[in-house]
């Protein structure tokens, strides 16, 4: 496992808000930049469901909204599942990948945060994280809270680099309510 000091001082974590608050004894903290839930009308809208499959050629990510921060720089969450994005930065190298892994703070408050891995050779913020709030009673949360704390390990040897459709940390879903730009992860 990489000491999370070299991570920021070699760059392969960028962005951070404060770094003497956010680097922590095995990781790096990483805090929320923006919120997004899942559009769904009340109905079983087939359009509205996400698709994988082998090869990607049917996969398709279902349309999100983003929640704008309201007063005080806060949103409430009702019980659910929500797609969060984060202000922090990765620079993997070919000998690297990480996870992210909640708080326990999070936790404690009824809430879960899913990562995948952060393959060797990717560039880009978090883009993806899954945020379900478990509480029945929800969540209150603040702009640039501290969500979850990414951990960067050794592979022991040199891996392919990711060239995956989200290098770069491009786009959170295939298409975003009210935005008209392309977010398509078809593979090319």
């Not at 891995?117 to 945020?131: K, N």
């Not at 680099?161 to 491009?170: A, D, F, L, R």
Request: aromatic content about 10%.
């Amino acid at each position: 496992m990489r000491a999370p000091e070299y991570l920021v001082k070699d760059g392969t974590v960028a962005g951070l808000i404060n770094i003497d608050e956010q680097v922590q004894q095995i990781g790096i903290d990483v805090t929320v930049k923006s919120v997004y839930k899942f559009v769904y009308d009340g109905l079983a809208d087939f359009a509205q469901r996400g698709a994988i499959d082998f090869d990607n050629k049917h996969r398709k990510l279902p349309e999100v909204e983003l929640i704008p921060w309201g007063k005080g720089n806060m949103i409430i969450l009702a019980p659910g599942p929500y797609i969060v994005t984060t202000n922090e930065h990765f620079q993997f190298g070919i000998r690297e990948f990480g996870h992210i892994y909640p708080r326990s703070s999070l936790n404690r408050c009824g809430v879960s945060l899913e990562s995948a891995i952060f393959d060797p050779g990717y560039v880009g913020s978090a883009t993806v994280l899954l945020l379900t709030v478990h509480n029945p009673n929800g969540l209150l949360i603040y702009k640039n809270a501290k969500i979850g704390q990414m951990l960067v390990f050794c592979t022991g040897f040199e891996a392919k680099k990711y060239k995956g459709v989200y290098q770069g940390g491009m786009g959170v879903q295939n298409k975003v309510k009210g935005d008209s730009s392309d977010r398509s992860t078809s593979s090319k």
